[in-house]
């Protein structure tokens, strides 16, 4: 892990080298994956109008954002192996979860708990990038959610995560810090 991460200065040095080539425009496809997360959400949205209407023409309309939103996917992941297509999807619906829930406590008055849930949403999103950016690989990906290949779920060590840590060191810390330089580097 630490060797895909050996400084921030070559993460940097990498995207720069990539937008020079025109192989990505992160600002498009940071809006891009923006509207991908809506898609998804609205897929469910479907979904759960169809079952409480009991009107199978909710199902229809699921199945063509569905297609929109796979056609739309792919011109983000254009290259993938194994699961990394169904994690990427994942971790974009699940980032976009926990904004709209951190939304809806900050409306609350809830802001420690809001910023939490930010920050989470925020750490996710990042691992999306580094997934698809191939700066990280599923079983780094399958360490930082806590699993081992052949035990499972892993109980994660106490001290590992702490809530009031300003700059987390750990794997989620230093992709945060990457995705910020990305984001940073490709302001324009």
């Known amino acids: 892990m630490e060797n895909k991460f050996k400084s921030l200065n070559e993460f940097v040095e990498k995207i720069d080298q990539m937008k020079k080539q025109d192989k990505m425009d992160l600002s498009s496809d940071q809006d891009l994956s923006l509207a991908i997360m809506n898609l998804i959400s609205i897929e469910e949205h479907f979904?759960?109008?169809a079952e409480k209407t009991g009107k199978n023409e909710y199902f229809d309309l699921l199945q063509e954002v569905r297609q929109m939103?796979?056609?739309?996917l792919?011109?983000?992941i254009k290259e993938y192996e194994g699961e990394v297509w169904c994690i990427?999807?994942?971790?974009l619906a699940a980032s976009m979860r926990l904004m709209?829930?951190?939304t809806k406590q900050q409306g609350m008055g809830n802001?420690?708990?809001a910023r939490e849930l930010f920050h989470k949403s925020y750490d996710l999103y990042g691992m999306?990038?580094?997934l698809n950016m191939k700066l990280i690989g599923t079983d780094d990906v399958k360490k930082a959610g806590g699993i081992e290949e052949n035990i499972g779920i892993?109980?994660?060590?106490?001290?590992?995560?702490n809530k009031h840590d300003k700059n987390p060191s750990g794997f989620t810390g230093k992709l945060r810090e990457l995705v910020r330089k990305a984001i940073d580097c490709c302001i324009e």
């Open 47 to 49: 979904f759960f109008t």
């Open 128 to 130: 999306f990038w580094a």
């Open 154 to 161: 892993k109980k994660i060590d106490e001290n590992a995560l």
């Open 100 to 102: 709209e829930v951190g």
């Open 111 to 113: 802001k420690e708990e």
């Open 74 to 76: 792919r011109k983000i």
């Open 69 to 72: 939103r796979g056609d739309l």
């Open 88 to 91: 990427s999807k994942h971790l």
